[in-house]
């Protein structure tokens, strides 16, 4: 008798050593890092150091947020950190472009992840792509742009995506001659650019665009920067009068756009590693989605002119769907548009 209550103590003291921590010990005292894909100041970066400020406080034991910017290669170097090198333990997230989506789906070889298996979490807006000229170049709409015959260089992060692609489109519908100048780590890097005259112009979201390039649209008429189109009609007074690109594209090149423009409804994807055990994944979007409706949030981004209209994972693997079952005659229009593919002779 007394062998068997020995042996079913250390057989139950066996299990309770290997029994799983509860989340709020697994969290308490640790920190969760939040890895951002591209250089400080960008709209990447100043959406995730906002919903840092208040992730913790849902997460039981309530970790401390650390921020780490690991720009390079469009954000294809924290994309695939997150794939295949972070621990799966629901500490560490990561945010990127979903343009690595996009350039999965063109069959890019270059971009060794598979978006399929990552967890998402959400997004904190769906994004309306625009385009800008700065002052300086003589340039300020579009119109301009066509009668100048001028090359025009557009400045662009090393994948493509929102910095590189949408002008493409007003090339083979115009004429155009806009040129991207790829290569910078972030949008900070290419208002950088923009100002010192090193390029013309730039791509990129306005919901980043109005924030983090403030200084450029508010700068002196000779020095600012001028959005000239952009992809669907807001009230906001800054743009709400420029062309769309609806307004300009037709017939396959518009459908085409119209694709490729799907992955803005996503736009800065935050992901955890795959394998992450599912109950952490559901502490962390529960807690990402709690952010997104905690009134303190909602007035400090609505100050600093942020946009927020949550994505759920859910609405994210419905884009991913989307992306990723584009009809074939539009896939390979866009893979030869966006250089992926060759041309038939």
Known sequence: MFRRIVFLAALLALVLGHAPASAEDFYKDKTLRMLVGFSPGGGYDTYTRYIARYIGKYIPGNPTPVVQNMPGAGSLITANYI????????????VWSPALIFAKAMGDK????????????GTPTSDTVTCSLMAASGLKTLDDVVKSGKVVTMGG??????TTDPFLFLNRELGTKFKAIPGYGGTAKIRLAMESGEVDGACWTWESKRVTARG?????????????????????????????????LKGENLAAFNAWNGQNKITRVYTLPPGTPKDRVAIIRKAYKAVMG??????????????IAYVSPQDIAKALQSINNMPPKIKEYLQILTGFKKPKA
């Open 110 to 121: 270059k971009v060794p992840i598979e978006p399929a298996e990552y967890e998402y979490i």
């Open 216 to 248: 450029l649209l508010d700068a002196p008429p000779d020095k600012r920067m001028i959005p000239f189109i952009i992809a669907k009609r807001l009230d906001d007074p800054e743009v709400k009068d420029i062309p769309l690109f609806s307004d300009v």
């Open 157 to 162: 992060t090393r994948a493509p995506g929102n």
């Open 294 to 307: 905690d009134p303190a949030f909602l007035a400090e981004t609505k100050k600093a002119k942020l946009n």
């Open 83 to 94: 794939f295949k090198r972070a621990k799966p333990d629901g500490r560490t997230m990561g």
